[in-house]
T-cell receptor
Framework: GQQLNQSPQSMFIQEGEDVSMNCTSSSIFNTWLWYKQDPGEGPVLLIALYKAGELTSNGRLTAQFGITRKDSFLNISASIPSDVGIYFCAGRPTSGTYKYIFGTGTRLKVLA | SAVISQKPSRDICQRGTSLTIQCQVDSQVTMMFWYRQQPGQSLTLIATANQGSEATYESGFVIDKFPISRPNLTFSTLTVSNMSPEDSSIYLC????????????FGPGTRLTVL
């Protein structure tokens, strides 16, 4: 099925560094969600965004709903080892119902 | 958020058999969905489980292969029928409350291996 493009695909960073990842599409979305998935677990919702330009924080995480409504960004500040995992964005198209399209994922590894 | 449980958490099955996965939510929800996550891949929506009626399947997924039941607002099952090794995946249940926010919350997943 259709997927959103996430970048980077994977990244290694040093503990304490800031991390940025993004999700882009050629279509407009009404809602953006960001999830984190640990090995063997289901995705856990981190942040939900509902308006173009919206900037929302959850602890060390900050996400933004792009002004064009075709992209979203997630930043993690001062990374720690437990930030390791796969981060997925999910977008709800304007023409859809309550179905979400998921990004390809960003695999984050933190080096202590 | 809702508390979602899935059974079984994992299983190893033989080719040609079927497995039914259960999803239980601790409160009534409007929307329930089933996703598949193939090894190392993202999530793909299989179908929307509709309470009291047939599920709505996405392109590439059919009822004969993935029959779904949803007898009430807190429970759903997904059956993976006539399995082959290509069906080895994590199967995830998710829920959404239509009348508050339209975020989705996921269960812990069922890890299926088909030999």
């Amino acid at each position: 099925g259709q997927q959103l493009n996430q970048s980077p695909q994977s990244m290694f960073i040093q503990e304490g560094e800031d991390v940025s990842m993004n999700c882009t599409s050629s279509s407009i979305f009404n809602t953006w969600l960001w999830y984190k998935q640990d090995p063997g677990e289901g995705p856990v919702l981190l942040i939900a965004l509902y308006k173009a330009g919206e900037l929302t924080s959850n602890g060390r995480l900050t996400a933004q709903f792009g002004i064009t409504r075709k992209d979203s960004f997630l930043n993690i500040s001062a990374s720690i080892p437990s930030d390791v995992g796969i981060y997925f964005c999910a977008g709800r198209p304007t023409s859809g119902t309550y179905k979400y399209i998921f990004g390809t994922g960003t695999r984050l590894k933190v080096l202590a | 958020s809702a508390v979602i449980s899935q059974k079984p958490s994992r299983d190893i099955c033989q080719r040609g058999t079927s497995l039914t996965i259960q999803c239980q939510v601790d409160s009534q929800v409007t929307m329930m969905f089933w996703y598949r996550q193939q090894p190392g891949q993202s999530l793909t929506l299989i179908a929307t489980a509709n309470q009291g009626s047939e599920a709505t399947y996405e392109s590439g997924f059919v009822i004969d292969k993935f029959p779904i039941s949803r007898p009430n607002l807190t429970f759903s099952t997904l059956t993976v029928s006539n399995m082959s090794p290509e069906d080895s995946s994590i199967y995830l249940c998710s829920v959404g409350r239509e009348h508050t926010t339209d975020t989705q919350y996921f269960g812990p997943g069922t890890r299926l291996t088909v030999l």
